[in-house]
Every structure is written in C-alpha cells, then in structure tokens.
C-alpha cells in the first residue's frame, strides 16, 4: 500500500499542476498500471507501468465546431466503475477473452465525457458527447508524451491514401519530424517498456496516425473529410483518390462515442504475441445471429495464377480450373474457394466473364476460357465448398444492393473487397455499411486493400478477415519485400490490432540470395517450415492457401499438416521471441496443441519447454528446416515423437527459417 501511495505521489508531482486541477487516479485490476488524469485549464493524463513512467503528461481535447472540449471545461462528476467478466467471442485466439478493467468517467457541463480505462496490460480513453443535432469535429488533439527520444517500430506511409502494407523501419520517435506521418500500430520501447499504441471501435470517424510532436513525444494527425475524389490510383483506377478535402474531419451525430485510443503494455516483447484490448474494447455483435459465420481455409487462385500443372485441360478463369480447384478443396477438408480478379469484369460485378478471355492487371498474363458461374456455384454446392468472390470497392459501393443481391441468389459464402486504401470517414462509413447489408444476405467479407483492424470483427463477426499488412502477394512483385525480418516486426505489432490476410504456403521457397519476383511463378523468401509456422503464428480466422492445388498435392506430407489446420483457437501462449528477431508461439483447438517458430535471416537454436500442455501423453509431428536449408528453402525434416508436459526440446532454425509442431492428445 505505502509503494502505491509514493507512485501516485510522483505521478501528481511531475505533472507540476496547477492548485485548481482536480486529479483522479485510476489502477489496473492487478495494480501495476497507474493512470493520472488531471483536470482544470486542459486535461492531461499520465500511466505508469510496474513502477515505471511511461507516459509523462499528455493533454487530450476534441474540437467541435469552434469550441475545444477539454480546454478550460466545467467539471461536473467522475464515476468509478470495476468490471471482471468472461467473453466468449464466435471466434477468436481463445475461446474466452477475460474482461477485467477499472474505469473512471470524468463528466463536463458542456455535454461531454472522458472515460478512462485500465486494463492488467493497457490503457485506453475516449471522448463521449451528449449534442443535439449534427456536428462537425474541427480537430483531435492526440498526444504521447514519452519524455525522451525513445525507440520506435515505425510503419511509415506517405500520405492519407495507402493500405497499410509499408515496411517497418526500427528508428527513433524523432525519425518522424518534418511532417513524416505513420500509421497504426506503432511500437516504442521507453523507459524498458513496451508500448503499442492503436485504436478500437472506429465508426463514422477518420482513424489517425502518428507524428513527432518536436520534443520527445508523438500526436496525433487525422485525415480531414474527402469532398472530392476520382476514379484513378492502382492498376488502374481501383482507387478513388482524393482530391479535395475539408477543413474538418468529420460530420457526425452530436450524441456519440468516438474511438479509444488504446496503449498495450507489457515489460517483454514476447507478451505482445498474444493480446485480445482491441477486441475487447470494439462494440459488441450488432447483426444478432451469427452462426452463420463460418472460419475456414481458401483455396487461392490469384497468388499462384492458376498454374495447375498435369491436367488436361487450359488453366485460367474457367469452368474447369474452378471445378479442379473445388474438387482440391472438398478432398482435404478446405471449406473454401476464392475466385480473385478475373471473374467479372472489374467496374462491373454483374458481367460475368463468360468465354471472351481478358487481362488480369495484376499480372499482366492473358487468361484463358470463360466460367459459366451457374454452373461453377452449383458444383460448389453439391461438393459443400463455399465461393467468395473479389470485387473492386468503388465498384460494390456503386452497385452493392444489386451485386449482392445477386451474390445471395448464386449462394456466395463471402466477398473479398479490395483497394479502399484510406480510411477517412467515407470510407471508414462504408467498412461498417457493406458489413449491415452483407449480414443481411448472410455473407462474409474479407477487407483487402483495407486499413488496420479496429475490432470490427466483434461488432460484425461476418467481417471474418482484414489485410492491413505486407503480406506474400509482394513476392510477386519486383521489390519482392515480403520478407522475414518485416514479418517479424508485424508478428509484434501489427498483429496487436487484429487478424491479417497475410496468405501463407508458398511451396517454392527460397534463401535471400535466390530470390526472384516473378509474378506467374511466385515464391517465398526463407524455406518451407517458416511457410507452414506462419499458419500457426500469424492469425487469420479465414486463412489462404497461396500456392496452386497440384503444388500441393505433390507433397501429401505438407498438404496433410495444412489441410487438418485449425484457423480459430481455444488458447494461446506466447513462448518466446524478440521484434524483428525471431517468435515462437503456442495454440490450442480442442485436445491439440501446435507450436511454431520463426527466425529472420539469421540462423538461430532456441528451446520450448512443453509447460503449458496438459497433463498426459501427446505425439508430436514435427516440420524442421532440413541440413541444407539455408541452400534450398524447400528442404525439410518430418519426424515423430512422444512428449508429456515439461519436456523440452531444441530447434535449429535456418536463416529465415522455421520449426512447425503438432501435438495430438
């Protein structure tokens, strides 16, 4: 009690606040995070974490019309609440979510709220206000007041218009001066801990990104309104590319809650490999029934561009790749199956491509034949395979009442939206309005092209994927920068905020040296047991299949690991691992448990203690690199074994490398 009493103490003290300021102290359940919030001329917080400031004051208001909320405010009240409750998501990384936070709710005159939130490992605050009408929020003053120049993982981006799959660059805050701007989530280690900064529960509202504030701290910028845009962008003209913009953010309802803005904290990197705040935090199921929403595997054309090889007739965007292509998905247990770009016509959902042939932009390759999609969606049907269809966003938002319509009318299962590359509030309005109207014609839909997770996926459980991340599809172009090393700075930082449509199972896998890009024949970097660790390490609830159907079936080892793998979990353990070095993880479905590991490009032995299994006898399958891996990517070692709790093995991973175990009660 007395170490509480001198860390509150501190905290009041290095705020040098004024003798007006009302203070409110919050803790976490566990009492290790400590949140300062004071009140008077502005409001400003501070948390420390285990003894340890990580946050020294750091003043927060919202700008509606011209009045700033949090300057100068009339305090009224302040409520303290507990809440300690179970969540049981439709699917998840376990399959319960523990709710435990203390929370203060600080209430002004001029109709607003700031609510504060202390989790075992995380803060979290948002405006509420209480206005009539509709409003217009000028600004958001967002700040992170770090005290030093700290150490960070920046995702940075170039402007407004971009889909979050950037390289990670290790710097310090500092690095963005000079107006350089980076999106969520963003990682700093100060003071030896831990903080990754994101947000929940993002509707009708820009998402924001961060700055150097010119003193060792960060703020917040958001992208202003779009008032004008146009059909342009990538590949061309998927994109509506903004041209005009606001002097606002946003127009809203006047009684409203705005987003959190969320700080995970932990003291080791390897703690943030499980984390579950933005779920937690995100609004719950607003579509009710939700059964109908199915996790699963998809069997992928785009990335391996239809190579089917030993068959007998012209592969492409035609009825007999796709019937090869369900038929592959119904023998081994793959509950779907992806038509990508190629089916329609691009700005034209309803015109299906039916003989002529066209060009897929992507690639650049001529596809051959035409489907006949009655009678593809039929096959489908009677093979219980479920089809999701890609679609160009501006497209689906012009006609999306007709195209889904007709989406129901052929039994689609889901849709795979590409190319919204912002996350203004139009855009961030028609996340949650495609969400509303899928749910009604029981469809799911994976955003691509998409900004980071926001915990949408609670709110409408049919939002089942979201990219958000450098995934494998960047192997096929000439930078080919989906490497090891960025995959291992997302593993700790993107995937704070949610799943990833990262696309794993590459089956030619190659050393740094070997790489090619090549855009019909695509491969990995690093070798084939980092391919198949991905699978456990990275969560995707409706996780791809990259490579072709027959890359699979001429290795029965790998297809039979991949096909029998879980995308939804019971539970999870963070073993081990270090940003950007190398991560081992553990999850559990039902009695099995599968454990994976990843290195960069350097070779690396590490040890798992099987502590965390249950009691009694497990056989082990286990996918290491091969002697000479670090020459040939494909190379790798299947054994088996016997393991009970508490036992431990060494894993000697390639450069680039991987280990993959599978543990059956």
Not at 198 to 216: I, K, M, Q, R, V
Not at 400 to 409: E, G, R, S, T, V
Not at 514 to 525: G, L, Q, T
Request: net charge neutral.
């Amino acid at each position: 009690m007395k170490k509480s009493i001198f860390i509150i103490s501190s905290l009041v003290l290095s705020a040098s606040l004024m003798a007006a300021d009302k203070v409110f102290t919050l803790s976490s359940p566990d009492k290790n995070v400590i949140v300062s919030v004071s009140s008077g001329d502005k409001i400003a917080y501070q948390v420390s974490y285990k003894n340890k400031n990580v946050l020294l004051p750091s003043a927060l208001s919202l700008t509606i019309d011209n009045t700033v909320l949090g300057k100068n405010s009339k305090f009224k009240k302040n409520t303290n609440t507990s809440v300690n409750k179970e969540i049981k998501p439709l699917y998840g990384m376990a399959s319960t979510y523990k709710d435990n936070y203390n929370e203060l709710r600080l209430d002004y005159a001029e109709k607003f709220s700031v609510v504060f939130r202390a989790y075992n490992n995380g803060v979290a605050y948002r405006f509420e206000t209480m206005l009539d009408g509709k409003i217009k929020v000028k600004d958001e003053q967002i700040n992170y007041e770090f005290g030093s120049d700290a150490d960070a993982s920046i995702h940075q981006v170039s402007g407004f218009l971009n889909s979050y799959e950037e390289l990670y660059r290790d710097d310090k805050i500092s690095y963005l001066d000079s107006g350089k701007i980076a999106s969520l989530p963003l990682y700093v280690n100060s003071n030896g801990i831990r903080t990754v900064i994101t947000e929940s529960d993002l509707f009708d509202y820009p998402a924001f990104y961060l700055t150097y504030d010119g003193s060792n701290g960060l703020k917040g910028s958001l992208p202003p309104f779009v008032t004008k845009d146009s059909v342009g962008g990538c590949c061309p003209n998927f994109e509506r590319v903004p041209y005009q913009r606001a002097d606002y953010l946003a127009e809203t309802d006047g009684k409203r809650s705005f987003p959190w803005r969320l700080m995970v904290l932990a003291e080791q990197d390897k703690d943030l490999l499980y984390n579950d705040l933005v779920y937690l935090l995100a609004s719950d199921n607003k579509i009710g029934d939700a059964s109908w929403v199915k996790p699963g595997k998809v069997a992928w054309d785009w990335w391996n561009a239809n190579n089917l090889t030993g068959v007998d007739f012209k592969t492409g965007f035609n009825t007999a790749t796709y019937k090869y292509f369900i038929d592959f998905a119904a023998k081994n247990g793959i509950e779907y199956v992806n038509l990508d770009e190629g089916w329609s016509d691009q700005f034209d959902l309803l015109k299906v491509n039916t003989g002529k042939g066209i060009v897929n932009i992507g690639t650049g390759a001529q596809l051959d034949g035409g489907m006949n999609m009655e009678e593809v969606v039929a096959y489908a049907k009677e093979k219980n395979i479920g089809l999701f269809l890609w679609c160009v966003w501006h497209t689906l938002d012009r006609q999306m009442i007709p195209a889904l319509d007709q989406f129901q009318k052929w039994g689609i299962k889901g849709i795979k939206v590409d190319f919204m590359d912002r996350d203004d509030q139009t855009v961030v309005k028609f996340y949650e309005r495609l969400a509303i109207e899928a749910a009604k014609r029981k469809i799911m839909i994976n955003y691509h092209g998409a900004y980071k997770p926001t915990g949408l996926n609670r709110t409408y459980p049919n939002v089942i994927n979201q990219e958000g991340i450098r995934g494998l599809e960047y192997n096929k172009f000439g930078e080919g920068t989906a490497t090891p090393e960025n995959l291992l700075h997302q593993l700790f930082v993107r995937m704070v905020a949610g799943s990833a449509d990262y696309t794993p199972g590459a089956m030619h896998n190659a050393n740094k040296a070997d790489f090619r890009a090549i855009a019909d024949r695509p491969m990995s970097f690093g070798t084939r047991c980092q391919q198949l660790a991905i699978f456990t390490c990275l969560y995707a609830p409706l996780e791809m299949l990259a490579d072709a159907p027959t890359a699979y079936e001429k290795e029965p080892e790998i297809l039979n690991y991949l096909s029998k793998m879980p995308t939804v979990w019971d539970e999870t353990v963070p073993v081990d691992g270090k940003l950007g070095d190398f991560a081992i993880i553990a999850r559990r479905k039902g009695t099995n448990w599968y454990v994976a590991g990843l290195t960069d490009w350097t070779a690396r032995k590490v040890k798992v203690k099987f502590d965390f299994i249950g009691e009694g006898t497990y056989q082990a399958e286990i996918f290491t690199d091969g002697m000479n891996a670090h020459r040939v990517g494909q190379d790798y070692k299947k054994t088996s074994k016997t393991i009970k709790k508490g036992d431990e093995i060494e894993f000697e991973m390639a450069p680039g490398g991987g280990f993959a175990v599978k543990l059956s009660k």
